[in-house]
Nanobody, 123 residues
Framework: QVQLVESGGGLVQPGGSLRLSCAAS????????IGWFRQAPGKEREGVSC??????YYADSVKGRFTISRDNAKNTVYLQMNSLKPEDTAVYYC??????????????????WGQGTQVTVSS
């Protein structure tokens, strides 16, 4: 059974950092495209970052501030978020798909989703 579980969200002040984790089970995440998405209230879900093998991709809004990485031994993908801004506030989700597409930022390209973790950036 494929399962993705996010953790690491919380409340942080502007300029602070958080590291999100996406623990995968039921499949080898090293062979899948793993994406991080976020959804703020009243807004559509948007792609933040993804990783396919060793290749990484980022939305322009987070480039230079967020870093995606993986630990294959733990079957876990991470999203290190630095220099957080209030506009980064959202529920963050990880997603997985066996295929790769250049439109990695579209939620419809992924078959499997986690339940999400809340990130709030506020003073």
């Amino acid at each position: 059974q494929v399962q993705l579980v996010e953790s690491g969200g919380g409340l942080v002040q502007p300029g602070g950092s958080l590291r999100l984790s996406c623990a995968a089970s039921g499949f080898p995440s090293a062979y899948y495209t793993i994406g991080w998405f976020r959804q703020a209230p009243g807004k559509e879900r948007e792609g933040v970052s993804c990783m396919r093998s060793s290749r990484t991709y980022y939305a322009d809004s987070v480039k230079g501030r967020f870093t995606i990485s993986r630990d294959n031994a733990k079957n876990t993908v991470y999203l290190q978020m630095n220099s957080l801004k209030p506009e980064d506030t959202a529920v963050y989700y990880c997603a997985a798909d066996i295929t790769w597409t250049s439109i990695w930022y579209r939620p419809g390209e992924y078959d499997y989703w986690g339940q999400g973790t809340q990130v709030t950036v506020s003073s």
